[in-house]
């Protein structure tokens, strides 16, 4: 499975909570942030927590966001962020990123 | 969806004529994903581990390799997960990993039940010992 977004893609995490073992935090959910790097393939944690052994591989992400844009009485610098790793069955292209494939 | 006061709600339609309000719905965050909640300071001082938990860690390790996987991480994880909120808050770190170890490893047919409660009846027949190795 090639992976669908580039580095510098802007992409924004879906922001769903079904019950289930997810990988993806909370406060991070809904959130835009920008593609740092491509992790790589693995396969999918959400599925191995029920035992399928033989879940698919998918593209696994490390995406950049702006502390200010997930916390709104954050106070530190602008330029602050933090990195999360995400799968990419969490992200959905922005607006801003239409030549996504 | 959400209710006059905010509240988030799932309908569900289902077969039946009428929807159906779940009067508890799913939680949005699940009882263990701390993340951005209020939290005081973080102590940063090493822990002193106790023999017991040393040997679940260890455990887990064989437990894990990938050549005779007995369980995953992510089954870890999701047992831990599955703890109700007040055993989540009240068991040690390592408690929470030896319950989810033992859950994933019975789901997997590794051990079954009667075969833990063998060896429990067993271990309450020994004499009172420190559990450290002899």
């Known amino acids: 499975m090639s992976p669908r977004f580039e580095v510098g893609a802007s992409v924004r995490v879906r922001n769903v909570s079904p019950p289930g073992h997810l990988r993806t935090p909370f406060y991070i959910r809904g959130c835009q942030g920008v593609v740092e790097r491509i992790c790589g393939p693995y396969r999918n944690p959400e599925e191995l927590a029920y035992g399928n052994r033989q879940a698919d591989r998918v593209p696994l992400y490390r995406?950049?966001?702006?502390?200010?844009?997930?916390?709104?009485?954050?106070?530190?610098?602008?330029q602050d962020t933090v990195d999360v790793e995400l799968y990419e069955f969490w992200l959905e292209p922005t607006s801003e990123n239409a030549h996504a494939a | 969806m959400r209710d006059e006061l905010g509240r988030p709600f799932t309908v569900l339609t289902l077969s039946l004529a009428q929807p159906c309000l779940m009067s508890e719905p799913f939680p949005e965050r699940s009882h263990h994903d701390l993340g951005g909640l209020p939290a005081g300071p973080i102590p940063q001082g090493e822990h002193d581990y106790a023999l017991w938990e040393k040997r679940v860690d260890a455990l887990m390790v064989l437990l894990t390799k990938p050549d005779q996987e007995l369980m995953t991480v992510d089954q870890l994880r999701k047992g831990i997960e599955s703890l109700p909120p007040d055993a989540y808050d009240r068991m040690s770190y390592y408690e929470r990993w030896i319950y989810?170890?033992?859950?994933?490893?019975?789901?997997?047919?590794?051990?079954?039940?009667?075969?833990?409660?063998?060896k429990l009846e067993e271990l309450q027949r020994r004499p009172a010992s420190s559990g450290e190795p002899t």
């Open chain 1, 63 to 78: 995406v950049r966001f702006a502390q200010h844009h997930i916390w709104p009485d954050y106070y530190g610098p602008e």
């Open chain 2, 100 to 118: 989810s170890i033992t859950q994933a490893l019975q789901h997997n047919g590794v051990i079954t039940t009667t075969e833990l409660g063998q």
